[in-house]
């Protein structure tokens, strides 16, 4: 069975510091991975996707995700955290033959200071 | 272009009730997904249609149904309410069946049960 391991349940960043968030993955094929973001009241909007090739992606509003099959991890990182950006963050995992069912780990809420 | 639509967006019923909620996919989308977020649970999988037929199913009891008409319209039913049940349910929809995971999600029906 799939699983999605997120750390760090919440993490608190200065305005313009950078941010990278944990996710470690559990799954017997090639997974696909996302990474979506949850702002307060509202639903799910996908940042960015792995499904193959190169294993630095890109999404929006600034983020980037690394891929390292050796490790198991699907990391998100954001150079320079805007005050915006404050919200709770999904890492998920999926596969072709499931379709949209994907797996959700716990999530990982940021804070923004000023 | 209008998001995906979700009614009620808040509801209290009582133990032993059920529940109809209703989504509305984005125009042109055919896939629809349905989760419950909570927090102990976290984001878990109901059940996905495309073309009016269910495609996958979570690991949820019998009293969780769902279905989607022709316009891709779907409803999800929850009989029997338990106070387990209370939950934020979120529906996603997609454009075809293999976009694997590139969902939109609304902003969900907030349901607790008393």
């Known amino acids: 069975a799939q699983s999605v391991t997120q750390p760090d349940i919440h993490i608190t960043v200065s305005e313009g510091a950078s941010l990278e968030l944990r996710c470690n993955y559990s799954y017997g094929a090639t997974p696909y991975l996302f990474w979506y973001v949850q702002s307060p009241g509202q639903g799910l909007q996908l940042l960015l996707k792995?499904?193959?090739?190169?294993?630095l992606v890109q999404g929006i509003k600034g983020f980037e995700a690394e891929f390292k099959r050796s490790q198991s991890s699907f990391n998100l990182r954001k150079p320079s955290v805007h005050w915006s950006d404050a919200a709770e963050y999904f890492c998920?995992?999926?596969?072709?033959?499931?379709?949209?069912?994907?797996?959700f780990g716990g999530g990982t809420r940021v804070l923004v200071k000023p | 272009k209008a998001g995906v639509t979700q009614t009620p967006r808040y509801l209290i019923k009582t133990r032993g009730q059920q529940v109809t909620l209703s989504c509305s996919p984005i125009?042109?989308?055919?896939?629809v997904s349905w989760y419950q977020q909570t927090p102990g649970q976290g984001l878990q999988f109901l059940f996905e249609?495309?073309?009016?037929?269910?495609?996958n199913k979570g690991n949820f009891p019998g009293r969780f149904s769902g279905r989607q008409f022709s316009n891709s319209r779907s409803e999800m039913n929850v009989s029997t309410l338990e106070l387990g049940d209370s939950a934020l349910y979120l529906c996603?929809?997609?454009?075809?069946?293999?976009?694997?995971?590139?969902?939109?999600f609304g902003e969900g029906s907030r349901l607790t049960v008393l």
């Open positions: 249609y495309f073309s009016e037929t269910q495609r």
């Open positions: 125009s042109g989308h055919r896939s």
């Open positions: 996603a929809s997609s454009l075809t069946g293999s976009d694997t995971g590139e969902l939109f």
């Open positions: 792995y499904f193959s090739g190169d294993t």
């Open positions: 998920a995992v999926g596969a072709l033959a499931a379709g949209n069912k994907l797996t």
